[in-house]
């Protein structure tokens, strides 16, 4: 099958690679995250964010599971994961754009609604479709198996994850005609080794950074349907406020006199 290459690879940023399985009819994704996980950190370090040290764990495996399903998507998607946690309780949230690369999230440890059951919420957008969303419940604390089972209840199709190094991971999806015994029963060991025993067919590489695309202006919008409705609320008697990117976590200074100038310049 032909290789696809997008035009930023020689841009820096995390490469994903995907194969395809020859006679098994799966599609294998992986890569070594180590790029990915360095820009998290240095973006928790520059907004001062210090999540839990378990929370950060499951934050880093939600990441590789999000972007190795990113990558075997279509272009012109964008998607975004909620995976609801009731032990630890906490809310992991990824997003991302596969037409610029850009993948971005947080951890939310602080008023998580408890649950009867862990749920995972997945949001798809494709370029002039309404956005679709699919909810599914899931046990234990492993965001692997989390997508797993969203794999086989929404997508309708096998997804196996493999820790396959420290920081090195791979999904192996069901396509049509699938060798399902031997999905079913692939080990990490095997993984490892599939380049030697499996003929694999590169099929694309695709470069994702961390990037979120959030700014002064963007938090401006989000706070002036308050502004114009109770200003008192937002501010009290302060002259300004901080705010969160709900998307990253990046921190804004809002003055009062800022958003009173934008929402009087936006009537």
């Given amino acids: 099958?032909?290789?696809?290459?997008?035009?930023?690879?020689?841009?820096?940023?995390?490469?994903?690679?995907?194969?395809?399985?020859?006679?098994?009819?799966?599609?294998?994704?992986?890569?070594?995250?180590?790029?990915?996980?360095?820009?998290?950190?240095?973006?928790?370090?520059?907004?001062?964010?210090?999540?839990?040290?378990?929370?950060?764990?499951?934050?880093k495996r939600a990441l590789a599971a999000f972007v190795l399903h990113s990558a075997s998507r279509p272009w012109k998607e964008m998607n975004a994961w909620t995976i609801n946690f009731q032990q630890p309780l906490v809310n992991l949230f990824l997003t991302g754009d596969n037409e610029t690369g850009a993948v971005t999230g947080r951890v939310f440890d602080e008023n998580v609604k408890e649950l009867p059951?862990?749920?995972?919420?997945?949001?798809?957008?494709?370029?002039?479709?309404?956005?679709?969303?699919?909810t599914v419940n899931f046990t234990g604390t492993d965001p692997l198996v989390a997508v797993e089972k969203f794999y086989a209840q929404s997508e309708q199709r096998e997804a196996r994850y493999f820790q396959i190094a420290e920081e090195e991971f791979v999904m192996v999806t069901e396509h049509p005609d699938c060798d399902?015994?031997?999905?079913?029963?692939?080990?990490?060991?095997?993984?490892?080794?599939?380049?030697?025993?499996?003929?694999?067919?590169?099929?694309e590489r695709r470069i994702y950074r961390w990037h979120c695309?959030?700014?002064?202006?963007?938090?401006?919008?989000?706070?002036?349907?308050?502004?114009?409705?109770?200003?008192?609320?937002?501010?009290?008697?302060?002259?300004?406020?901080?705010?969160?990117?709900?998307?990253?976590?990046?921190?804004?200074?809002?003055?009062?006199?800022?958003?009173?100038?934008f929402v009087a310049q936006n009537k």
């Avoid at 080990?187 to 067919?201: A, F, H, I, P, Y």
């Avoid at 308050?226 to 921190?251: N, S, V, Y």
């Fill in 1 to 59: 099958m032909p290789e696809t290459t997008p035009p930023n690879l020689k841009d820096a940023g995390l490469e994903v690679r995907t194969y395809f399985v020859r006679d098994r009819n799966v599609l294998l994704a992986r890569a070594d995250f180590s790029e990915l996980y360095v820009d998290y950190y240095l973006h928790l370090a520059d907004q001062q964010m210090k999540p839990a040290p378990e929370h950060d764990a499951l934050f």
């Fill in 117 to 134: 059951e862990n749920l995972f919420y997945a949001d798809v957008v494709r370029s002039g479709q309404p956005r679709r969303r699919s």
């Fill in 180 to 203: 399902q015994a031997w999905l079913r029963a692939l080990t990490t060991e095997q993984v490892k080794n599939l380049d030697k025993t499996e003929t694999l067919s590169l099929l």
């Fill in 213 to 261: 695309g959030c700014n002064q202006a963007r938090m401006l919008e989000v706070l002036a349907p308050t502004m114009r409705q109770d200003p008192e609320a937002l501010f009290g008697d302060e002259p300004k406020l901080e705010i969160r990117c709900p998307r990253c976590g990046a921190r804004y200074i809002v003055t009062r006199e800022a958003l009173e100038t």
